[in-house]
């Protein structure tokens, strides 16, 4: 049997002693990381000290991703299978909690798991929710439910840190993978420490919903930034008639002080949608376009391993309400042979834990990727649907490309548009893979100028790269946080 132990927070090492021979290779192999492990011994006893962490896009060395991993052991030439692995239960160190079963290692966050439990949570909330000390000068955000640091948050927390570097600043993570900015503070979902920071920072900034019954203390403030400008439906406006759904969005808007608009069409729609009635909406571009006017993107290249010279197309398609993985309408390896391109894939934050990472020739599966605007900077086209993506990207004058095979499924089933988009998009909207490719390899976007003119004028105004600049001047003129 191989014997099998933890390392706090760094390694599993396994141990075979008596039989084979050492292996080629042995790895921890996830939906979204791969880590290989580090070989010593000869003969008939071996080790392989696994990891627990990886470095990925160039960012920090992270506890591994939270999830199930496979340890594959792959035997050399002439050697005979790995015997059964030995379990390992339960450890906690302070990044990662990890057990080992039946050959397959499940990673969590660090929580106690005396705080485990709907019981404990909901002790915690309760003792946070009311406490009576005063407020902290400090920020508490959050994006896609902790998946991530990025999107307008990040943004608006790299130009607070800028102007006011006084202010603590709390990131909501899931887990110890997703990498903060310089100077935040992580705090793990469901820890005493989150819990404690969401209850006393003057300032929440969030871009969906919140979540674990939130309840605002005197003197809070929270500023949904949200996290794009509809094309499809959303909230009230959803098709179909639901009253638990309707009243959950009530709701919830009820919970924010200020919502964050990227133009004057979003105003319009978000205030209805949720009925945000009497509070302020600030239309002021979206903090996380800024870099898109002007980035360096050769730096986002190298990190993606990318030539200056190729000609990157990146694919981000929306999900969709009635599957949880990313739709399968394209296949980015025959995309990128057939185009001469470099294919980008990324998936929406909802498919990020169903999903798997697609491999290829050519082909990066980006779906992991922190921030979605270091994407758009380094790509030369986008590939999307109905993603809101489309009114960020606009932002470079890059040309863009609509694949909606299920146009009218969408449209008359699933969600429904505010606007016909065949009729307005800045670019062409195809019904297949084939003359997806066409369009790339002969398409005019000079066909499309006119359209992308009136769609930047009307959706990309605000967009000018101070939008961070502007929210933070109100945050602090308003007094959400104390100069």
Not at 20 to 48: D, I, M
Not at 185 to 200: F, L, Y
Not at 293 to 305: A, Y
């Amino acid at each position: 049997m191989t014997q099998a132990r933890f390392d706090t927070d760094g390694e599993l090492t396994l141990v075979l002693a008596g039989t084979g021979t050492r292996p080629e290779r042995v790895e921890l192999v996830g939906p979204r990381s791969r880590v290989s492990a580090r070989l010593t011994g000869r003969g008939r006893t071996w080790r392989a000290a696994l990891p627990l962490h990886a470095a990925k896009w160039g960012g920090p060395d992270l506890p591994l991703p939270s999830g199930e991993y496979a340890v594959v052991i792959t035997p050399g030439p002439d050697a005979e299978p790995a015997a059964h692995i030995g379990d390992v239960p339960l450890t906690a160190g302070t990044r990662l909690r990890a057990e080992l079963r039946d050959g397959v290692l499940r990673v969590g966050p660090p929580i106690d798991p005396a705080y485990d439990s709907g019981e404990a949570q909901a002790a915690l909330e309760r003792r946070y929710a009311t406490r009576t000390a005063p407020l902290e000068n400090a920020v508490f955000f959050e994006s896609f439910y902790g998946r991530n640091a990025g999107c307008n948050p990040l943004a608006i927390d790299r130009e607070l840190a800028r102007v006011a570097p006084w202010v603590t600043r709390y990131w909501s993570v899931v887990d110890h993978s997703v990498a903060v900015p310089d100077g935040a503070v992580a705090v793990v979902e469901g820890s005493p420490e989150w819990w404690r920071a969401r209850g006393a920072a003057r300032l929440l900034v969030v871009n969906d919903w919140l979540r674990r019954r939130y309840a605002r203390r005197p003197g809070q403030r929270v500023l949904q930034t949200w996290h794009g400008t509809p094309l499809k439906r959303l909230a009230l406006h959803r098709p179909g008639f639901d009253p638990r759904r309707m009243l959950a969005v009530v709701r919830e808007s009820l919970r924010w002080n200020v919502l964050l608009a990227q133009n004057a069409y979003a105003e319009r729609i978000l205030r209805k949608a949720y009925a945000f009635l009497r509070r302020p909406i600030w239309v002021e571009g979206y903090p996380r376009n800024d870099v898109l006017v002007d980035g360096d993107r050769s730096g986002i290249r190298r990190m993606l391993g990318i030539g200056d010279h190729e000609r990157v197309l990146l694919y981000a398609p929306t999900w969709r309400d009635d599957r949880a993985e990313m739709v399968d309408f394209l296949d980015p390896v025959a995309f990128a042979r057939d185009t001469d391109s470099v294919v980008l894939v990324r998936g929406h934050s909802r498919t990020l834990l169903p999903g798997r990472d697609v491999e290829g020739p050519r082909v990066i599966d980006v779906t992991g990727f922190p921030d979605t605007a270091q994407l758009l900077l380094a790509a030369d086209a986008l590939v999307t649907d109905y993603s809101s993506v489309m009114f960020d990207f606009s932002v470079t004058g890059r040309p863009m490309y609509f694949l909606v095979p299920d146009i009218d499924h969408y449209r008359g089933e699933l969600r429904g548009f505010y606007f016909d988009l065949a009729r307005h998009a800045p670019g062409p909207v195809l019904a297949s893979a084939a003359d997806l490719v066409d369009a790339v390899r002969n398409g005019d976007p000079d066909r499309f100028a006119e359209r992308y003119r009136r769609w930047h004028e009307r959706f990309n105004a605000r967009d000018d790269g101070h939008a961070a600049e502007r929210v933070v001047a109100r945050i602090l003129d308003q007094g959400f946080v104390e100069r």
